[in-house]
């Protein structure tokens, strides 16, 4: 049974930084190698946005126009866990940040911010930035 758990959250003044964790269980490091990861937020009254998605391989990395620049996804296969370094951070910045996971990688490169697209999802972590 597959786990996403997420960690980092918190509040921060407008210009600080986060980093948010991912810990996937159910995998194998061969399982999760083959598993496309990404990051979504969702603010109050508001839709959930896919913010950051990151390939099989660590290396491919897409982000939302508002993030980039700011934020940087990565990930562990060997320790089956995703990260999101988030600097330079805005008050619109705050939501509930979540973590999900796909094994339909073939349609990743366009399709990364459809929320249908997610096999997997995390239970959130709060990020709130103060100005």
């Known amino acids: 049974q597959v786990q996403l758990v997420e960690s980092g959250g918190g509040s921060v003044q407008a210009g600080g930084s986060l980093r948010l964790s991912c810990a996937a269980s159910g995998y194998t490091y061969n399982t999760y190698s083959t598993v496309c990861m990404g990051w979504f937020r969702q603010a109050p009254g508001k839709e959930r946005e896919g913010v950051a998605g990151i390939y099989t391989d660590g290396v491919s990395t897409y982000y939302a126009d508002s993030v980039k620049g700011r934020f940087t996804i990565s990930r562990d296969n060997a320790k089956t866990t995703l990260y999101l370094q988030m600097n330079s951070l805005k008050p619109e910045d705050t939501a509930t940040y979540y973590c999900?996971?796909?094994?339909?990688?073939?349609?990743?490169?366009?399709?990364?911010?459809?929320?249908?697209?997610?096999?997997?999802w995390g239970q959130g972590t709060q990020v709130t930035v103060s100005s």
């Open positions: 999900a996971a796909t094994i339909r990688c073939w349609m990743f490169s366009a399709n990364w911010q459809w929320s249908t697209l997610w096999d997997y």
